[in-house]
């Protein structure tokens, strides 16, 4: 019987960089990278940033050239949609009925926009942003609107909310909770952060929620808040969270909970069938339980440890997690897992551009965020590796050291 090699369902960040690692540890095997985007792999970061200010043809943002897969030997079919899974047959099922067989198969298929379900929500001018076609649109689309509407003070949206107010636009951000980006860091980087959009003229309405989205001749023009006001807008960008595309999962009979769930192998119940990146939910020591993270560190880190363990080397996934946002000139980075906390210490000054806050689950650290100190943030993650005791006490202590804490810890 031929071998069916290794089918990876999704080319975003983690189906790519499977395929890649499988080759470059030496698997010989057909391995195939079926995506249901148009075009080869591509980096998603860039399209909230750098993508936003260009003119949508500076940005290298494909992994890898065409010559790249067809050398490594890895066939990419993109434009196929994979439509379900029949495990005893180990094949799947296009959406155009092609039946493709796997020895291996691995689940890739990320995340989707989670939609604003409103009268008004399918307006002209009213925008998501994940794919490359959909940061087209909203790059368009920004150069025209002078007044701007962000729903959903998260990460993604606050990255493009900052570019749009760079170039000059009437930029106001509308947020159910009171704390921008609260799902995910401290208070403090949140309120530093949002003192730093609004010292660039940005609006907030943080504990308000959409309840619909005006428009004429089919073109978006303004939002409607809960309290009644109506906020001009010319251009809506959504941003309110992601759905995981944990269904073909379900459908086959495989667990899910707020995506595919696997244990720290990334293996599914299924030997034959395992999952990566932003669809998977597996155990993470650093988040004290089951998570499913979004960040090209998680997606990158979860291919290389599954092409690991299909060359025959498994090992545990136990990677400290970590996660940048750039946000006009400020950058953002996460160590560990910060959310869920409930201590935090910040050490240099939170009113200004440089400071990091420390993050503390029952007592022991668990996260570091860094502003604008990105050496900080290397030794965070070092620190963080290791399993050294650092208590809310010894990085409150005026003397403490960072680097050479976490060179202590290493040695
Ligand atoms: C705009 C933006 C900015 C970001 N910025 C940052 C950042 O600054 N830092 C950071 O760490 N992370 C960032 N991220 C997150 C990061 O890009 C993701 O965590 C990463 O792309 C996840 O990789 P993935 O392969 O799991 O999913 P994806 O890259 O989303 O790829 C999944 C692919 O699977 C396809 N697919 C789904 N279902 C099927 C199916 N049934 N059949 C075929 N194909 C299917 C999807 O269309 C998609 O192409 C950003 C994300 C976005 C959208």
């Known amino acids: 019987m031929t071998d069916a090699g290794v089918l990876i369902v999704g080319a975003g960040q983690a189906g790519y960089q499977l395929a890649a690692s499988l080759r470059e540890g030496g698997y010989a095997g057909p391995v195939r990278l ?28 494909p992994f890898r050239p065409q010559a790249f897969f067809a ?10 949609h994979v439509a379900a899974i029949d495990r005893n047959a180990r094949r799947v099922v296009t959406a155009t009925d092609e039946m493709l067989d796997y020895r291996h198969l691995v689940l890739a298929t990320g995340t989707r926009n989670r939609p604003l379900l409103v009268p008004g929500h399918d307006l002209r001018g009213v925008h998501g942003l994940r794919t ?6 909203l790059r368009v689309g920004m150069q025209a609107a002078r007044a ?8 993604l949206g606050l990255e493009a909310a900052a570019v749009a107010a760079a170039r000059g636009a009437r930029v106001e951000v509308v947020e ?21 959009h609004q010292r660039h003229g940005i609006v907030f309405h943080l504990g308000a929620g959409v309840v619909r989205l005006h428009g ?4 978006v023009t303004g939002v409607e808040l809960s309290d009644g006001t109506l906020l001009p807008a010319a251009l809506v960008l959504v941003c309110i969270g992601v759905i995981p595309n944990a269904e073909l999962a379900a459908d086959a009979g495989l667990p899910v909970a707020n995506g595919v769930v696997v244990d720290e192998y990334l293996a599914t119940p299924d030997p034959a069938i395992s ?11 650093y988040a004290g339980g089951v998570v499913r993270l979004e960040s090209v560190q998680n997606a990158v880190d979860h291919a290389r440890c599954v092409a690991a363990r299909l060359l025959g080397r498994p090992t545990p996934y136990h990677a400290v997690p970590w996660f940048w946002s750039d946000q006009g000139d400020w950058k953002l980075q996460i160590a560990g897992f910060t959310a869920g906390c409930q201590q935090f210490v910040p050490r240099g000054d939170t009113d200004s551009r440089d400071f990091t806050v420390y993050a503390f ?32 006490e010894m990085v409150a202590a005026p003397d403490f050291d960072l680097r050479k804490a976490a060179k202590a810890a290493q040695s």
């Open 148 to 155: 701007i509407v962000v729903v959903g003070a998260g990460f």
């Open 216 to 219: 004429e001749a089919g073109h």
């Open 176 to 196: 159910t909770t009171r704390q921008p980006m609260g799902r995910a860091v401290s208070p403090m980087v949140s309120d530093a952060f949002t003192r730093q």
């Open 132 to 137: 490359h076609a959909e940061a087209e649109a």
């Open 275 to 285: 999952a990566i990146g932003d669809c998977a939910a597996y155990p993470n020591r």
């Open 34 to 61: 079926v995506g249901d985007e148009p075009e080869l792999p591509y980096q998603r970061p860039p399209l909230s940033k750098a993508y936003l200010e260009g003119d949508g043809s500076g940005q290298n943002l």
């Open 71 to 80: 050398t490594h030997a890895i066939e990419v079919r993109p434009d196929t």
């Open 361 to 392: 689950r029952d007592g022991r650290l668990a996260g570091v965020e860094t502003v604008n100190r990105p050496g900080d943030h290397v030794a965070a993650r070092r620190l963080l590796a290791t399993d050294a005791l650092v208590t809310p």
